[in-house]
């Protein structure tokens, strides 16, 4: 048994300088990420972004265009989960307002659905 | 043992091998919480469009670096300025290109001094630096409000998370824009450039600051009768950051402005350069100017 100890070692020692290699070296480097892949707080900040745009141009189509980078997701289900993340993180309260500002223009702009044979 | 010398080398390789391919396949599910910088070229357009918009209704000019820096270009003004021209040769907004071009030439001004918020957000692990930008530059003063903006019915679950908190009466910002200050361009030097080697009617301008750096990014308005067109300095790289040129067109006389401030100049046309044999050539003008 003891004759294979050396092959084993070995195994491992290369192991270890191919995670070594992996992230010290060369490190392995993912790109063309997706937006929705952000991590939450570089999502909140791009939303807070939109935010401030809004704030002075009060444009919601803009901005409803500019949150569909993150994909299908709502606007507002977009801008709530950024609040939460906001909120979380610890943004100023000014900032937070611009966020909530934005979610309320979205929700305000959602189609609410009408159940079918009710009457506007 | 001695007998199996020879495998020593391939445990080693398949050891490493093993290694890289799992470094790799960590690494993609790190790629989940992705950071600015791994994001795809066209999203980045998106993310820089985005913060310039930001930036001309804020004008915090601390904030919008440190968002740069999480995008880890090289050279952000010169990424800006390439976006702006990309975006005006696409007949994209003028108005998003202009941000762009505004936010470019306000950082080149400003230099290399102002502190990097952010610098630490494209290494993962050392906290939030993205999340500590906005509570990091406070640039808005706030004041209370008692009015709260009713909300409509919640269409989520997720959205319902958050309505208490949105229906709660909140300190609402005051903005205090601080205006970049800038000084027109002025005209310091007009000069015929004759050159049989020279595009016939190239017009070219440089753009200085005050420090007599070149200047990428700076909007420049050339009309004629009956049109006009806007482009920006920093288009050609190679030649300088402040530069940019346009094609004088036979006949046609110019006026030109340098950015939105600027007095135009006019009466510009091709000039006609004499040869060695009395011929009349045309030849290019060569337009600097500089900020005071």
């Known amino acids: ?120 | 043992m001695s007998r199996l010398w020879w495998l020593w080398l391939p445990a080693l390789v398949a050891g490493f091998v093993l290694g890289r391919s799992s470094a790799w396949m960590l690494s993609s599910i790190r790629h989940v919480d992705a950071a600015p910088n791994a994001l795809r070229a066209d999203f980045k357009d998106q993310f820089r469009a985005a913060l310039a918009s930001s930036y001309s209704a804020t004008h915090n000019l601390d904030r919008a670096r440190a968002r740069l820096v999480l995008l880890g270009d090289p050279d952000p003004v010169a990424a800006l300025s390439a976006q702006a021209q990309r975006m005006l040769a696409a007949g994209r907004s003028f108005q998003l290109a202009r941000d762009l071009a505004v936010l470019a030439a306000d950082l080149h001004q400003a230099g290399p001094g102002l502190p990097l918020v952010a610098a630490a957000a494209t290494s993962s692990g050392a906290g939030s630096a993205a999340a500590q930008l906005p509570s990091a530059t406070p640039a808005i003063s706030s004041t209370p409000s008692v009015a709260a903006a009713p909300l409509l019915e919640s269409p989520t679950a997720q959205v319902a998370s958050t309505q208490l908190d949105l229906n709660t009466p909140t300190a609402r910002p005051t903005r205090t824009p601080i205006e970049t200050p800038r000084a027109p361009f002025q005209l310091v030097g007009q000069d015929n450039e004759c050159s049989t080697s020279l595009t016939e009617g190239l017009l070219q301008i440089v753009v200085f600051d005050n420090h007599r750096q070149q200047m990428p990014g700076v909007d420049i308005t050339i009309a004629w009768d009956g049109g006009e067109q806007h482009f920006f300095t920093g288009l050609k790289p190679e030649i300088g950051n402040g530069y940019a040129d346009y094609i004088m067109e036979r006949g046609v006389t110019y006026s030109l402005r340098v950015a939105q401030t600027g007095t135009p100049i006019s009466g510009l046309t091709r000039p006609s350069c004499p040869d060695s044999t009395a011929q009349a050539y045309t030849g290019g003008l060569k337009l600097t100017f500089q900020q005071p």
């Open chain 1, 1 to 120: 048994m003891l004759r294979g100890l050396p092959l084993l070692l070995l195994f491992i020692i290369g192991i270890a300088l191919g995670l070594i290699y992996s992230w010290a070296v060369n490190p392995v480097n993912l790109v063309d990420a997706a937006p929705a892949s952000l991590r939450a707080d570089y999502r909140a900040d791009y939303v807070l972004m939109i935010a401030e745009s809004f704030h002075a141009n009060h444009d919601a189509g803009l901005a409803r265009q500019e949150l569909a980078i993150f994909g299908v997701q709502a606007p507002a289900t977009i801008c709530a989960s950024a609040l939460e993340t906001a909120i979380q993180v610890g943004y100023s309260q000014a900032d937070r307002s611009l966020i909530q500002e934005l979610a309320r223009a979205m929700q305000a702009d959602s189609p609410i659905a009408t159940p079918a044979g009710a009457r506007p």
